[in-house]
Every structure is written in structure tokens, then in C-alpha cells.
């Protein structure tokens, strides 16, 4: 369990090479997974850190995790490298 990698936007855990987003000529992107990163940009660049809690929580939900696991997923987003510049928005 060392060394392991988390999706730098999503906190979902980069453990295969099939998970990791694309860059624009075809390399891997190693901080962020292909459901948030392809191609080298954001999926959904406009996406705030409230609508990735909401995201992260629901899909957590479905996959019937434990409600503790859930909430530590989705404390952690706010450190996570896409979110911790953003500024607070109204
Ligand atoms: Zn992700």
C-alpha cells in the first residue's frame, strides 16, 4: 500500500495505468485519473470543489461504502492539487 497515488482531483486511487488521464500527445498523467483529466485538460473544467463533494459522495454511496470512508473522501478533496487554489467562491 506505499507509494500509492490518488487522483489529484476525484481522490480516487490511480492503482492501474488504465486509470490515469492523457496528456495532448498520448502520455500518461499521473496525478489525475481519465474521468477528470483527458487529453490535457479537465473534463469539466468549470466543475467547483462543492459539485466534486457532491460527485464523490454520490458515487461512494452507489458503491455502498462505508459512510466514515465517504466522509474522509470526501474531507480530503480540499487538499487535493485542483482545489487548494481555488478561491472560496459566494
Ligand atoms: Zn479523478
Redesign the pocket.
Known sequence: MKNKTF??????PLDSEDLL?TEKNGAKNHE??????QDGSFINPAMTLDEMKELVKTQMQKMKMDSGLISRAVNTLPTLKRWKKEKVMA
Open positions: 487522483c489529484q482531483s476525484c481522490s480516487m488521464g489525475y485519473c481519465k474521468y477528470c483529466y
